[in-house]
Antibody, heavy 123, light 107 residues
Framework: EVQLVESGGGLVQPGGSLRLSCAAS????????MSWVRQAPGKGLEWVANIKQDGSEKYYVDSVKGRFTISRDNAKNSLYLQMNSLRAEDTAVYYC????????????????WGQGTLVTVSS | AIRMTQSPSSFSASTGDRVTITCRASQGISSYLAWYQQKPGKAPKLLIYAASTLQSGVPSRFSGSGSGTDFTLTISCLQSEDFATYYC?????????FGQGTKVEIK
């Protein structure tokens, strides 16, 4: 069974840092692009970042560029999101998701998703 | 960036109803569109990709259509477990973008 389990969320002050982790199992992690998607309380979904199988390509939504860094460790079947200079508007549940990428578009959809980890940025 | 707009934002329906949700892209995205279902407190679940391809395990009462800028998600006979929020998502270009969601409530 494919499983994604996020951890590392919590309460952090504005300007602080947090590192999220996602442990993957049940599939060949090194064969897939991976993404982070977030959802602010009571709001819709927002894609945050994704990373290619070997880590050589990374994409970010403009609002986190220069503050967040996505990375992976294929030996540990793990995905990470380093979040620096956190703002109140970064408060959200952060989901880890496996990408299904269409080669022609180098882009794709999310399936499956983890259960999410809550990040709260507040003083 | 491509913007995705869903309509309606919410509506009420009864079990057994046929319901349709619309998603419009701000520019053409070919068939690079996915649909998700999300229930309260749960992660989203993929229903459809490539605008009309049903994900394995998803009931056949769900269907998707459209290409270019206009897309629809149809539930042919609404079941109690289908009351949820539905999102479309384009993957034609970065940044990937979701619609704002459509909440289907019980009448």
């Amino acid at each position: 069974e494919v499983q994604l389990v996020e951890s590392g969320g919590g309460l952090v002050q504005p300007g602080g840092s947090l590192r999220l982790s996602c442990a993957a199992s049940g599939f060949t992690f090194s064969s897939y692009w991976m993404s982070w998607v977030r959802q602010a309380p009571g709001k819709g979904l927002e894609w945050v970042a994704n990373i290619k199988q070997d880590g050589s390509e990374k994409y970010y939504v403009d609002s986190v560029k220069g503050r967040f860094t996505i990375s992976r460790d294929n030996a540990k079947n793990s995905l990470y999101l380093q979040m620096n200079s956190l703002r109140a508007e970064d408060t959200a549940v952060y989901y880890c998701a496996r990408d299904d990428v269409v080669p022609a578009a180098m882009n794709g959809w999310f399936d499956p998703w983890g259960q999410g980890t809550l990040v709260t940025v507040s003083s | 960036a491509i913007r995705m707009t869903q309509s309606p934002s919410s509506f009420s329906a009864s079990t057994g109803d046929r319901v349709t949700i619309t998603c419009r892209a701000s520019q053409g995205i070919s068939s690079y569109l996915a649909w998700y279902q999300q229930k309260p407190g749960k992660a989203p679940k993929l229903l459809i990709y490539a605008a009309s391809t049903l994900q394995s395990g998803v009931p056949s009462r769900f269907s998707g259509s459209g290409s270019g800028t206009d897309f629809t998600l149809t539930i042919s006979c609404l079941q109690s477990e289908d009351f949820a929020t539905y999102y479309c998502q384009q993957y034609y270009s970065y940044p990937r973008a979701f619609g704002q969601g459509t909440k289907v409530e019980i009448k």
